[in-house]
């Protein structure tokens, strides 16, 4: 069975770090991509970034309101993907899913499998 | 970066209802489109992708169609459980972008 598990949602100052991490199980993470799409509270749907697999060389693709302060990154040996977020801002305070894409041919669809989401809150 | 704009941003029907919701790209983005349907408390689920094709395990009273900067979102007959927030969502180019959301609720 297809998971993917969030964690390290906290509550972080402005300015500050955090690391977010996606356990994946059911399947092998360096096979597939894998997307960040965050929900601030009562809002809509913002996708955040893209990691390709391994095949692409795990490059990565992100938006423009987190480029230049989130990165992504991988961990084969524990079948992990982190979303490592500095210089936050109030407006990054959101839930985070990580989430497998659909292979359809050559695309790649957002959102076949879902996490649960963490909630990331930056306030002072 | 492209706008997704849709409409109406709420809307209220009735069961049985056929109900259409509109996603207008900001340019031509090809087939490159998908739905997505969330309830409240509950992850987003993909029910369509490429414009028209249903995900597997979505009921066949949603449909997709259109083309360029148009695109529809239609539901045959409105059940109770289609009671939830549709969003668009473009992937032709980065960054993806969704719509901002329609909320449905059933009358």
């Known amino acids: 069975e297809v998971q993917l598990v969030e964690s390290g949602g906290a509550l972080v100052q402005p300015g500050g770090s955090l690391r977010l991490s996606c356990a994946a199980s059911?399947?092998?993470?360096?096979?597939?991509?894998i997307d960040w799409v965050r929900q601030a509270p009562g809002k809509g749907l913002e996708w955040v970034g893209r990691?390709?697999?391994?095949?692409?060389?795990?490059?990565?693709e992100y938006a423009a309101s987190v480029r230049g302060r989130f990165t992504l990154s991988r961990d084969d040996s524990s079948n992990s993907l982190h979303l490592h977020m500095n210089s936050l801002e109030s407006g990054d305070t959101a839930i985070y899913y990580c989430?497998?894409?659909?292979?359809?041919?050559?695309?790649?669809?957002?959102?076949?499998?879902w996490g649960q989401g963490s909630l990331v809150t930056v306030s002072s | 970066d492209i706008q997704m704009t849709q409409s109406p941003s709420a809307m209220s029907a009735s069961v049985g209802d056929r109900v259409t919701i509109t996603c207008r790209a900001s340019?031509?983005?090809?087939?490159?489109l998908a739905w997505f349907q969330q309830k409240p408390g509950e992850v987003p689920k993909r029910l369509i992708y490429a414009v028209s094709s249903l995900q597997s395990g979505v009921p066949s009273r949603f449909s997709g169609s259109g083309s360029g900067t148009e695109f529809t979102l239609t539901i045959s007959s409105l059940q109770p459980e289609d009671s939830a927030t549709y969003y668009c969502?473009?992937?032709?180019?980065?960054?993806?972008?969704f719509g901002q959301g329609t909320k449905l609720e059933i009358k």
């Open positions: 990691s390709r697999n391994k095949a692409k060389s795990y490059t990565t």
């Open positions: 059911g399947f092998t993470l360096s096979d597939h991509y």
């Open positions: 989430t497998r894409p659909l292979k359809d041919g050559s695309a790649w669809w957002v959102g076949d499998y």
């Open positions: 969502l473009q992937k032709v180019g980065y960054p993806f972008t």
């Open positions: 340019q031509g983005i090809g087939n490159s």
